[in-house]
């Protein structure tokens, strides 16, 4: 029997992990290559002695010519060289990355949410900063130009008048913080 390829790890592949599974590899290659039913087949001399950039393209035209899949004896004893379980296990993962695929979707459309949100709330406070500014300025200017009014008023000997100076102040204030907002 085959063994199993040593495991994957889609997130968080250090150094150790990778030194790790290169080891493990090494050591699943050396068992496959010692086992009896592989061995001293051709096909598995030419995968592992295959210097070219495309190995699947390489092996199709080196052994196309061989006989059919179905009428090949070593792909008639496969069912004893591959474990029971492996289809269950690329179900489980193809499975598996389908959900970590669902999982990084929902991840970028939350992130331009955040995004879109952030540069929504970056725009207001940037309107209400400026809306405020103006009033502020409009407000000082409004009130200014009622205190020189009152100060005019006030130096033209106006004291017998300060009730109507105060009352006029305030008026004033009133109407410019109606024109204002």
Known sequence: MIPQLPPKKLLKTG????????????RFLTLVD???????HSLTSSFLTFLGMNVQHGLKEEFLSGPEFSTNKLA????????????IQSRLARD?????????????DAAENIKEQSVEGALDMLTFGREWRNYKIAT?????????VTCL?????????????????????????FIVT
């Open 15 to 26: 150094a150790h992990f990778i030194e790790v599974r290169q080891k493990a590899l090494k």
């Open 34 to 40: 010692r086992h009896p039913n592989i061995y001293d």
């Open 76 to 87: 008639q004893t496969v069912e004893e060289l591959v474990p029971l379980d492996t289809s």
């Open 96 to 108: 598996l990355m389908k959900q970590v695929h669902s999982s990084v979707i929902k991840l970028r």
């Open 140 to 148: 000082l200017t409004k009130w200014r130009e009622t205190h020189q």
């Open 153 to 177: 008023l006030h130096r033209k000997g106006t004291n017998r008048r300060s009730g109507n100076i105060l009352h006029f102040t305030v008026s004033i204030w009133k109407h410019n913080l």
